[in-house]
């Protein structure tokens, strides 16, 4: 790796130095104070009290090997320190450097806490031809044996799979009641009410019965929008959007209008306000905690003008939560339909990306009538499978799924800061990478003159996926120079063998 010309700052010459430590005392015995803060916030906070402060603007900071050394923790301890001093904007990264002091020449040059920019959305409401690109390039992940960091699939590692074995062999010892019918259309009774009670510490009040028992929120998405829909009419989506959202658009023959959405703020209300005066917007579908692909959380304010918004125009409001409990923030995070007093918001949910994948256990909670929607899921499939339903009943009676998911988002948010920092390092200089606050990829902006798509193909030569960004909007070229990344799709030295591939490739 080229470094600059300055001199790496070493930790110890120049500064006064800090009272040794006892006899059998690791370093970390000075970092207790305050005792309720998070070790990486101590050491973060040492760290610029002993060395950054004192740093010449031109010098290189300590490396995570120097700082995990000096103060007897893990690497990805050290990683996290420096973070929580980014997030503070004390400090910044430097792409094929390393660490600076925020605002001097070599910070400025490329400060890293710059994010995508957003590009002009299509002002006009556009029928969506997505699928064929969508399906072209996740088939191509299978064909050939690569590192994968193009599908939004946590690894294995990552979920609480060991506890969830665990239920399902003391399901299977009632095999009558979990394998001999079909379960109610609506869900499994114990699932509801399961689930209607951990909703209810997100502060969703509902009935059991409320909910409706969903193949994952792909198939909650799609109920919700046929009761609000019909083809022809048009659906706001955040962009850039997931692309499954895309192809159920497509699908059912609605249209697609784009509304620019920062991965700092959030969608931008100013212009949904526009659009929806102009036209007649039906619905709105949003991803307002860890959005897909840009992984922000929205403010509580943007959400609860989002919900009046809607109300005002009579526009039905569908949000995916999908990573609600996957959120980095130590404090509870609210969905839009706990914070909805007009009955405008439909949430669908699904525990794919924080327990199982093929469990395909997922739910909606209607705005409108549940009957309506229970009859429309008769007619697409009858019911989920009764034992998934179960295992997902259980780990959350049992507080399984809530004990490992807060670790989970823990973990979710390490690889992805050092995931981050990866990129920085081995793209050309002039990238911008998204800050997330919940789940696990990350949005890259590249520099021109890179686009994606040529990109692509040269990373699958050398065994390595990535999505382009083309697949995230129903604009052709809209999003030609962006990419998502899953930073927790394989163990890390896979991820960062990945990136270091893909940086070979410009």
Known sequence: ???????????????????????????????????????????????????????????????????????????SSAQSAYQYLIDQGLVVVRPRSGYYLAGSPSSAKGNQRLQPQIPPANPAAERVKVSDLVIRMLSMGREHPLINLGTAVPEPALLPLEALAKIQRQISRKPQ???????????????????????????????????????????????ALTECTKPGDVVAIESPTYFTILQQLESLGLKALEIPTSPETGIDLDHLATMMSAIKVNACVVNP???????????????????????????????????????????????????????????????????????????????????SATARKFQNNVSVSTPCQLSVAYMLEQGLYQRSVRKIASQHKLR????????????????????????????????????AMPLHQKALEKGVMFLPGDVFSPTSDLYSRYLRINCCACPEEEVLEGIKRIGRCF
């Open 1 to 75: 790796m080229p470094e600059t010309q300055a001199p790496e700052h070493k930790l110890q010459p120049e500064l006064q130095p800090e009272p040794q430590p006892k006899p059998h005392q690791s370093p970390m015995h000075e970092l207790n104070h305050p005792p309720e803060q998070p070790l990486y916030q101590q050491v973060g906070r040492k760290l610029y009290q002993q060395v950054i402060r004192h740093a010449n603007p031109e010098q290189k900071l300590p490396s995570l090997r120097l700082v995990a050394e000096q103060f007897d923790i893990s690497l």
């Open 416 to 451: 992805v800061h050092q995931t981050r920092e990866w990129v920085l390092r081995y793209f050309p200089e002039g990238t911008r990478v998204s800050l997330p606050e919940a789940g696990f990829v990350l949005w890259v902006e590249l520099p021109e003159p890179f686009m």
């Open 177 to 223: 009641w979990a394998y001999g019918g079909y379960s109610p259309s609506g869900g499994e009774p114990l699932l509801q009410q399961a689930l209607s009670q951990h909703l209810s510490h997100q502060g969703v009040q509902c009935a059991p019965d409320d909910l409706l028992i969903t193949n994952g929120c792909t198939e909650a998405l799609r109920i």
């Open 289 to 371: 905690v860890g959005h897909n692909p840009l992984g922000f959380v929205m403010q509580e304010q943007q959400k609860t003008d989002l919900i009046e918004l809607c109300y005002r125009h009579g526009t039905r409001l569908i949000e995916d939560v999908i990573c609600l409990d996957l959120a980095y923030a130590d404090r509870p995070v609210r969905s839009l339909r706990s914070m909805d007093p007009y009955g405008v918001v439909s949430q669908c949910g699904s525990f794919s990306k924080s327990m199982s994948p093929s469990l395909r256990v997922g739910w909606l909670l209607p705005a409108g009538d549940t009957a």
